[in-house]
C-alpha cells in the first residue's frame, strides 16, 4: 500500500480531485496558500495499491500540466508625469509534486 501526497494549484487540484474520484480512487483534500504570489493551493492525499501508481501519475500529469501565466506589471510614474508601463511578466503556473510513502500498516477504530 502507498500514501500519496500530491500538492498542486487550486485550479489543478480541484479537476484532479474529481477524477480521481470518478476513478473510484480514495482522496481527501486540504486547501491552503503557498509560494511567493501565495496562490491557493490543495493538497490530497490518495492511499492506493502500488498497480494503481500510474494510473493516478497519468491522471495527475494530464489534469496539472505546467503552463506559463502572465502577471500585469505595474505602472510607474515618471519625472516629467509621464507613465512607463512594463510588459506583463511571464511566470510558470501548473504542474504537481508528487510524494509517494510507503505505508506498513494502518489501523482503523
Known amino acids: 500500500m502507498k500514501l500519496l501526497i500530491i500538492l498542486g494549484q487550486k485550479e489543478d487540484a480541484e479537476k484532479l480531485f474529481q477524477k480521481l474520484t470518478e476513478e473510484k480512487f480514495s482522496a481527501t483534500k486540504f486547501e491552503g496558500r503557498s509560494g511567493p504570489l501565495l496562490r491557493e493551493t490543495v493538497l490530497l492525499l490518495v ?12 491522471l495527475t500529469k494530464e489534469v496539472c500540466g505546467k503552463r506559463i501565466e502572465y502577471l500585469p506589471s505595474e505602472i510607474d510614474t515618471l519625472p516629467e508625469g509621464q507613465f512607463l508601463e512594463m510588459p506583463p511578466m511571464p511566470i510558470k503556473m501548473g504542474g504537481a509534486t508528487v510524494f509517494v510513502l510507503k505505508i506498513e500498516d494502518f489501523k482503523e477504530f
Open 47 to 58: 492511499p492506493t495499491e502500488e498497480k494503481h501508481l500510474r494510473k493516478v501519475f497519468s
